[in-house]
T-cell receptor
Framework: DQQVKQNSPSLSVQEGRISILNCDYT??????FLWYKKYPAEGPTFLIS?????DKNEDGRFTVFLNKSAKHLSLHIVPSQPGDSAVYFC????????????FGTGTKLQVIP | DAGVIQSPRHEVTEMGQEVTLRCKPI?????LFWYRQTMMRGLELLIY????????DSGMPEDRFSAKMPNASFSTLKIQPSEPRDSAVYFC????????????FGPGTRLLVL
Protein backbone atom coordinates (compact mmCIF):
# COMPACT_ATOMS: atom_id res chain seq x y z
CA ASP A 1 0.00 0.00 0.00
CA GLN A 2 1.78 3.10 -1.26
CA GLN A 3 0.94 5.94 1.14
CA VAL A 4 2.98 8.48 -0.80
CA LYS A 5 2.49 8.44 -4.55
CA GLN A 6 4.35 10.11 -7.35
CA ASN A 7 2.36 9.18 -10.40
CA SER A 8 4.73 10.65 -12.96
CA PRO A 9 7.87 8.53 -13.21
CA SER A 10 9.54 11.08 -15.47
CA LEU A 11 9.31 14.68 -16.63
CA SER A 12 11.17 16.66 -19.29
CA VAL A 13 11.37 20.43 -19.20
CA GLN A 14 13.23 23.03 -21.23
CA GLU A 15 15.91 25.02 -19.47
CA GLY A 16 14.51 28.25 -18.07
CA ARG A 17 10.95 26.97 -17.85
CA ILE A 18 9.09 25.86 -14.76
CA SER A 19 9.27 22.28 -13.53
CA ILE A 20 6.31 21.03 -11.51
CA LEU A 21 6.62 17.74 -9.68
CA ASN A 22 3.52 16.33 -8.02
CA CYS A 23 2.93 14.10 -5.04
CA ASP A 24 -0.19 12.67 -3.42
CA TYR A 25 -0.56 11.05 -0.02
CA THR A 26 -3.25 8.98 1.57
CA UNK A 27 -2.42 9.01 5.28
CA UNK A 28 -4.24 11.89 6.97
CA UNK A 29 -1.85 11.61 9.93
CA UNK A 30 1.03 12.96 7.85
CA UNK A 31 1.78 16.53 8.91
CA UNK A 32 5.28 17.17 7.61
CA PHE A 33 6.47 16.79 4.05
CA LEU A 34 9.87 16.78 2.40
CA TRP A 35 11.47 16.65 -1.00
CA TYR A 36 14.75 14.88 -1.57
CA LYS A 37 16.89 15.09 -4.68
CA LYS A 38 19.01 12.23 -5.94
CA TYR A 39 21.76 12.26 -8.54
CA PRO A 40 22.96 9.00 -10.16
CA ALA A 41 25.34 6.97 -8.02
CA GLU A 42 24.67 9.20 -5.01
CA GLY A 43 22.33 9.03 -2.06
CA PRO A 44 19.28 11.31 -1.80
CA THR A 45 19.88 14.75 -0.30
CA PHE A 46 17.34 16.88 1.49
CA LEU A 47 15.98 19.73 -0.62
CA ILE A 48 13.03 21.46 1.02
CA SER A 49 10.25 20.76 3.49
CA UNK A 50 6.89 22.05 4.58
CA UNK A 51 4.80 21.72 7.70
CA UNK A 52 1.06 21.17 7.48
CA UNK A 53 0.47 24.52 9.19
CA UNK A 54 1.69 26.20 6.01
CA ASP A 55 0.56 25.95 2.43
CA LYS A 56 3.73 27.25 0.83
CA ASN A 57 7.45 27.24 1.51
CA GLU A 58 10.03 28.88 -0.70
CA ASP A 59 13.79 28.49 -0.92
CA GLY A 60 15.40 30.23 -3.83
CA ARG A 61 14.26 28.63 -7.05
CA PHE A 62 12.38 25.90 -5.18
CA THR A 63 8.85 26.26 -3.83
CA VAL A 64 6.73 23.57 -2.27
CA PHE A 65 2.95 23.93 -2.17
CA LEU A 66 0.70 21.92 0.10
CA ASN A 67 -3.03 21.36 -0.40
CA LYS A 68 -4.15 19.48 2.70
CA SER A 69 -7.74 19.03 1.64
CA ALA A 70 -6.61 17.34 -1.55
CA LYS A 71 -3.74 15.54 0.17
CA HIS A 72 -1.50 16.87 -2.54
CA LEU A 73 1.81 18.65 -2.67
CA SER A 74 3.93 19.92 -5.48
CA LEU A 75 7.47 21.12 -5.99
CA HIS A 76 8.02 24.02 -8.37
CA ILE A 77 11.45 24.79 -9.77
CA VAL A 78 11.76 28.17 -11.47
CA PRO A 79 13.74 28.63 -13.60
CA SER A 80 14.80 25.06 -14.30
CA GLN A 81 18.50 24.46 -14.91
CA PRO A 82 20.30 21.46 -16.43
CA GLY A 83 21.88 20.80 -13.02
CA ASP A 84 18.39 20.17 -11.66
CA SER A 85 18.21 16.96 -13.68
CA ALA A 86 17.84 14.28 -11.03
CA VAL A 87 15.32 11.99 -9.37
CA TYR A 88 13.08 13.80 -6.89
CA PHE A 89 11.52 11.91 -4.00
CA CYS A 90 8.53 13.18 -2.11
CA UNK A 91 8.34 12.08 1.52
CA UNK A 92 5.95 12.46 4.43
CA UNK A 93 5.79 11.78 8.12
CA UNK A 94 3.72 12.14 11.26
CA UNK A 95 5.76 14.41 13.50
CA UNK A 96 3.88 13.17 16.55
CA UNK A 97 5.13 9.65 16.16
CA UNK A 98 8.70 8.45 15.97
CA UNK A 99 8.84 10.38 12.72
CA UNK A 100 9.14 7.48 10.33
CA UNK A 101 9.62 8.99 6.90
CA UNK A 102 7.61 7.41 4.10
CA PHE A 103 8.98 8.01 0.62
CA GLY A 104 7.35 7.99 -2.79
CA THR A 105 8.66 6.19 -5.84
CA GLY A 106 10.39 9.23 -7.31
CA THR A 107 10.11 11.36 -10.43
CA LYS A 108 13.03 11.62 -12.81
CA LEU A 109 13.39 15.20 -14.03
CA GLN A 110 15.34 15.98 -17.16
CA VAL A 111 16.05 19.62 -17.91
CA ILE A 112 16.93 20.03 -21.55
CA PRO A 113 19.45 22.77 -22.38
CA ASP B 1 33.32 16.18 7.12
CA ALA B 2 32.88 12.58 6.11
CA GLY B 3 29.34 11.72 5.23
CA VAL B 4 27.69 8.34 5.62
CA ILE B 5 30.01 5.66 4.30
CA GLN B 6 28.75 2.47 2.73
CA SER B 7 30.59 -0.55 1.44
CA PRO B 8 30.76 -2.19 -0.94
CA ARG B 9 29.44 0.22 -3.58
CA HIS B 10 28.60 -2.64 -5.90
CA GLU B 11 28.00 -6.30 -5.21
CA VAL B 12 27.29 -9.07 -7.67
CA THR B 13 26.56 -12.47 -6.22
CA GLU B 14 24.84 -15.69 -7.05
CA MET B 15 21.52 -16.79 -5.69
CA GLY B 16 21.90 -18.55 -2.36
CA GLN B 17 25.03 -16.71 -1.30
CA GLU B 18 25.28 -14.57 1.81
CA VAL B 19 25.57 -10.82 1.29
CA THR B 20 26.73 -8.34 3.91
CA LEU B 21 26.34 -4.61 3.44
CA ARG B 22 28.14 -2.20 5.72
CA CYS B 23 27.48 1.31 6.92
CA LYS B 24 29.33 3.91 8.97
CA PRO B 25 27.01 6.74 10.02
CA ILE B 26 28.03 10.35 10.49
CA UNK B 27 29.85 10.79 13.77
CA UNK B 28 27.52 12.02 16.49
CA UNK B 29 24.36 10.83 14.79
CA UNK B 30 22.43 8.39 16.94
CA UNK B 31 19.76 7.30 14.47
CA LEU B 32 20.49 4.96 11.59
CA PHE B 33 18.22 3.76 8.82
CA TRP B 34 18.49 1.10 6.14
CA TYR B 35 16.45 1.65 2.98
CA ARG B 36 15.97 -0.32 -0.21
CA GLN B 37 15.26 1.42 -3.49
CA THR B 38 13.38 -0.30 -6.30
CA MET B 39 11.59 1.08 -9.32
CA MET B 40 8.25 -0.29 -8.20
CA ARG B 41 8.28 0.75 -4.56
CA GLY B 42 10.71 3.64 -4.41
CA LEU B 43 12.59 4.04 -1.14
CA GLU B 44 11.38 1.57 1.47
CA LEU B 45 12.49 1.72 5.08
CA LEU B 46 13.83 -1.66 6.14
CA ILE B 47 14.94 -0.97 9.69
CA TYR B 48 15.58 1.96 12.02
CA UNK B 49 18.05 2.00 14.92
CA UNK B 50 18.19 4.57 17.69
CA UNK B 51 21.19 4.54 20.02
CA UNK B 52 22.18 1.18 18.48
CA UNK B 53 18.83 -0.41 19.38
CA UNK B 54 16.43 -1.56 16.64
CA UNK B 55 13.24 0.48 16.99
CA UNK B 56 11.31 -0.47 13.89
CA ASP B 57 12.11 -3.52 11.77
CA SER B 58 8.65 -3.87 10.27
CA GLY B 59 10.05 -3.18 6.81
CA MET B 60 12.45 -6.12 6.83
CA PRO B 61 11.09 -8.34 4.06
CA GLU B 62 11.56 -11.71 5.68
CA ASP B 63 13.81 -13.80 7.87
CA ARG B 64 16.50 -13.85 5.22
CA PHE B 65 17.24 -10.25 6.14
CA SER B 66 18.95 -9.27 9.37
CA ALA B 67 20.58 -6.07 10.60
CA LYS B 68 22.89 -5.28 13.47
CA MET B 69 24.38 -2.20 15.01
CA PRO B 70 27.07 -3.34 17.45
CA ASN B 71 28.23 0.21 18.16
CA ALA B 72 27.46 3.82 17.27
CA SER B 73 29.80 3.85 14.29
CA PHE B 74 28.94 0.66 12.45
CA SER B 75 25.96 -1.26 11.13
CA THR B 76 25.49 -4.26 8.86
CA LEU B 77 22.62 -5.52 6.76
CA LYS B 78 22.87 -9.20 5.92
CA ILE B 79 20.90 -11.22 3.39
CA GLN B 80 21.18 -14.99 3.70
CA PRO B 81 20.41 -16.68 1.40
CA SER B 82 20.17 -14.04 -1.29
CA GLU B 83 17.60 -14.24 -4.10
CA PRO B 84 17.35 -12.44 -7.47
CA ARG B 85 14.39 -10.39 -6.19
CA ASP B 86 16.72 -8.83 -3.61
CA SER B 87 18.50 -6.99 -6.41
CA ALA B 88 18.17 -3.29 -5.61
CA VAL B 89 20.10 -0.32 -4.31
CA TYR B 90 20.44 -0.35 -0.54
CA PHE B 91 20.94 2.95 1.26
CA CYS B 92 22.04 3.67 4.77
CA UNK B 93 21.09 7.02 6.32
CA UNK B 94 21.73 8.68 9.65
CA UNK B 95 20.32 11.60 11.57
CA UNK B 96 20.94 13.36 14.86
CA UNK B 97 18.78 12.76 17.89
CA UNK B 98 17.17 16.17 17.64
CA UNK B 99 15.47 15.41 14.36
CA UNK B 100 14.74 12.31 12.40
CA UNK B 101 13.35 14.44 9.64
CA UNK B 102 16.52 15.42 7.85
CA UNK B 103 18.38 12.24 7.11
CA UNK B 104 21.80 12.08 5.53
CA PHE B 105 22.14 9.27 3.03
CA GLY B 106 25.16 7.29 2.00
CA PRO B 107 25.93 6.66 -1.68
CA GLY B 108 24.22 3.28 -1.62
CA THR B 109 25.20 -0.30 -2.45
CA ARG B 110 23.97 -1.60 -5.76
CA LEU B 111 23.25 -5.30 -5.31
CA LEU B 112 22.73 -7.71 -8.16
CA VAL B 113 21.81 -11.30 -7.35
CA LEU B 114 22.11 -13.62 -10.33
Amino acid sequence: DQQVKQNSPSLSVQEGRISILNCDYTNSMFDYFLWYKKYPAEGPTFLISISSIKDKNEDGRFTVFLNKSAKHLSLHIVPSQPGDSAVYFCAALNSGGYQKVTFGTGTKLQVIP
Amino acid sequence: DAGVIQSPRHEVTEMGQEVTLRCKPISGHNSLFWYRQTMMRGLELLIYFNNNVPIDDSGMPEDRFSAKMPNASFSTLKIQPSEPRDSAVYFCASSSGTSLVTQYFGPGTRLLVL
